[in-house]
């Protein structure tokens, strides 16, 4: 077999390689795209991208009315923990119920206040846990820098980057 016959049974294994590889990726892509567009079934939540329904949000929001503001989360027995992160704002929780195991959407552990145009206000809650676990169907993710499994809902400020997101660019950054 000649030099130029490897080379260009080389180069053919290659193309063909790298045309395979090609479909490969866009099945995947599409796949990854379609499962994050569909449900399974009426009522079920989307594969992948988790939301809470416009009756979940009214509910939790009731839920959470008696405690407009930080004296009256803390009226009702909730501890300032001391903690607030920049884009996210001050925490207020009882510490007891972070490892109890129950995570219950009408008694998210903890309560999250910002300066919002001048006025702090309650503008999200988070469910936390010391272990793995699930809020209306949506699973918590890990904080590694708090060794806790969280899920926040901002449900007193609109959050671009969406209602279930870690962080809300409106916030903005803690004082000093």
């Given at each position: 077999m000649s030099a130029a016959s490897i080379r260009r049974d080389r180069r053919s294994i290659i193309l063909t390689a790298s045309i395979v590889a090609a479909i490969a990726g866009a099945a995947a892509y599409s796949t990854v795209a379609v499962a994050h567009d569909s449900s399974s079934a009426e009522g079920d939540r989307p594969t992948g991208?988790?939301?809470l329904s416009d009756a979940e949000?009214?509910?939790?929001?009731?839920?959470v009315e008696p405690f407009a503001s930080s004296d009256d989360a803390v009226a009702a027995g909730r501890v300032d923990l001391d903690l607030c992160f920049d884009m996210m704002?001050?925490?207020f929780a009882d510490p007891a119920t972070f490892g109890d195991g129950v995570l219950d959407a009408a008694n998210p552990e903890a309560l999250v206040y910002a300066d919002v145009d001048g006025t702090q206000q309650l503008v999200a809650v988070e469910w936390v846990s010391t272990q793995p676990g699930e809020v209306l169907g949506i699973p918590l993710h890990l904080n590694h820098d708090l060794d806790v499994w969280v899920l926040h809902?901002?449900?007193?400020l609109d959050?671009?980057?969406?209602m279930l997101a870690d962080h809300n660019a409106a916030v903005g950054t803690c004082a000093a």
């Open positions: 991208v988790y939301q949000i009214a509910a939790i929001q009731a839920t704002g001050d925490h809902a901002w449900i007193g959050n671009a980057a969406g």
